[in-house]
């Protein structure tokens, strides 16, 4: 029997039906200035589309010239609602979301599930956000691709730089890092802090602290794998949902970073 994770925040964070999620994506992609860069990833943030969708899709359209190339995503976000021990797989055969199915990568599963920071979690994933806010982008940027979904929870940076070792392959892996910035300061404190933490990742420094971002585990994760595979950061996009389409009392921020 296949097992299917359905979308938990279809109709709350984008749209639930597939011809408007279609033109939002794509209105978004072509609201970019596309960059000369071919990513080997990328730091994507994570909120409702009216939010943070803008930052996203410039990430997702700076794929567009290996877009072809790519054939397996390995996609890294932090748990919000279910207390995880190191990093979560789910268990399942597909993620669905309205523009149809993605089949998940079980060979590479496999070839982690001896980590000891590696376990498998369905329950993370049922309700998690910001893994699924991400397939939409992916399906309308990429062709036929397997996903390898990880909940991280409580886990060593060095942890997270060792699941990437091992599933870092060449040109067809691409790896996402799902985050937003900081939380509910105001506008301006949201800028300087944001800022600060932007200049830490461009620069190759951790750990990221989670009050600083949210997926900061998986970030500095990343560091660490960028710093071995000599990797440069390149920050695509900054700005915080009193840009978009929120107030300036309480902010969330937002960053786009493609590392070639």
Request: glycine letters at 8%.
């Amino acid at each position: 029997m296949v097992n299917i994770r359905i979308p938990a925040v279809a109709g709350l964070f984008y749209p639930a039906n597939a011809h408007q999620l279609t033109q939002q994506v794509q209105h978004l992609l072509a609201g970019v200035n596309p960059h000369d860069i071919k990513p080997k990833a990328l730091i994507v943030p994570h909120a409702g589309y009216q939010y943070s969708g803008a930052i996203a899709a410039a990430a997702y359209a700076s794929l567009h010239s290996i877009a072809s190339m790519i054939k397996r995503v390995v996609l890294l976000g932090p748990t919000h609602r279910v207390a995880v021990y190191g990093l979560a797989l789910p268990g399942v055969d597909i993620f669905e979301t309205p523009l149809g199915s993605v089949k998940l990568d079980t060979e590479a599963a496999r070839a982690i599930a001896h980590l000891p920071q590696v376990t498998i979690n369905e329950e993370a994933h049922t309700w998690e956000h910001s893994l699924e806010v991400q397939l939409p982008f992916l399906q309308s940027v990429l062709g036929e691709f397997t996903l390898l979904p990880l909940a991280v929870g409580m886990a060593s940076a060095e942890a997270v730089a060792e699941v990437l070792d091992y599933l870092w392959g060449g040109e067809e892996t691409l790896i996402v890092i799902s985050s937003d910035l900081s939380h509910y300061l105001p506008y301006a404190t949201a800028q300087r802090v944001d800022g600060e933490t932007v200049q830490s990742i461009l620069q190759l420094q951790q750990p990221i602290d989670h009050d600083r971002a949210c997926g900061g585990t998986p970030i500095s994760g990343l560091i660490i794998a960028a710093q071995q595979h000599h990797l440069t950061p390149h920050l695509l996009d900054l700005r915080n949902s009193g840009d978009t389409a929120g107030t300036h009392g309480q902010v969330v921020g937002y960053a786009a970073i493609a590392f070639s």
